[in-house]
T-cell receptor
Framework: NAGVTQTPKFQVLKTGQSMTLQCAQDMNHEYMSWYRQDPGMGLRLIHYSVGAGITDQGEVPNGYNVSRSTTEDFPLRLLSAAPSQTSVYFCASSWGDARSTDTQYFGPGTRLTVL | AQTVTQSQPEMSVQEAETVTLSCTYD???????LFWYKQPPSRQMILVIR??????QNATENRFSVNFQKAAKSFSLKISDSQLGDAAMYFC??????????FGQGTTLQVKP
């Protein structure tokens, strides 16, 4: 049982490049989400999914796309990276949303730098 | 819209003493949940404690307890008998009808030996 895994751990991109941050969980959780963490600010929700085939926007969705083709995987795509997307990205999963579950399981994070 | 505010960017406490981290929130919803998460240097987010707004009794988890003041929209975390392993960044968060988590800015806690 690996929990929530994220790859890569670190990434440096040039402005305009695209990439996908991977997130996978092996706990059969329906609810998955992506956050970004910037210095001096709390985690902000980018996108979330309540199950395979269903995604929705969070607080800061612009510049990011997601899809949920399987229960296990929830990749985050940056189509054209910008310096403003330099941040630490966290993926999280749980049985349900924060109201109905005791624990949100967070991945170890991906530190992304956009030059 | 929900907002969560942590006004203490940094706090320090002597080992074995007690420290209280402050959090205020704003929400128009009647049914909501409040959380404290711990983020050690490993960057993992660890749930410390959770409070349902409809419950009047303050939640406790071993050395961690909250002071939930619903009318004042205040949700502070008390850590008793502080240990070196408690050093981390602590985030207050809320969740309303949408189930989304809204986080505060975080408080870095230093524990001095």
């Amino acid at each position: 049982n690996a929990g929530v895994t994220q790859t890569p751990k670190f990434q440096v991109l040039k402005t305009g490049q695209s990439m996908t941050l991977q997130c996978a969980q092996d706990m059969n959780h329906e609810y998955m989400s992506w956050y970004r963490q910037d210095p001096g600010m709390g985690l902000r929700l980018i996108h979330y999914s309540v199950g395979a085939g269903i995604t929705d926007q969070g607080e800061v969705p612009n510049g990011y796309n997601v899809s949920r083709s399987t229960t296990e995987d929830f990749p985050l795509r940056l189509l054209s990276a910008a310096p403003s997307q330099t941040s630490v990205y966290f993926c999280a999963s749980s049985w349900g949303d924060a109201r109905s579950t005791d624990t949100q399981y967070f991945g170890p994070g991906t530190r992304l730098t956009v030059l | 819209a929900q907002t969560v505010t942590q006004s203490q960017p940094e706090m320090s406490v002597q080992e074995a003493e007690t420290v209280t981290l402050s959090c205020t929130y704003d929400t128009s919803e009647s049914d909501y949940y409040l959380f404290w998460y711990k983020q050690p240097p490993s960057r993992q987010m660890i749930l410390v404690i959770r409070q349902e707004a409809y419950k009047q009794q303050n939640a406790t988890e071993n050395r961690f307890s909250v002071n939930f003041q619903k009318a004042a929209k205040s949700f502070s975390l008390k850590i008793s008998d502080s240990q070196l392993g408690d050093a981390a960044m602590y985030f207050c968060a809320s969740s309303g009808n949408t189930g989304k988590l809204i986080f505060g800015q975080g408080t870095t806690l230093q524990v001095k030996p």
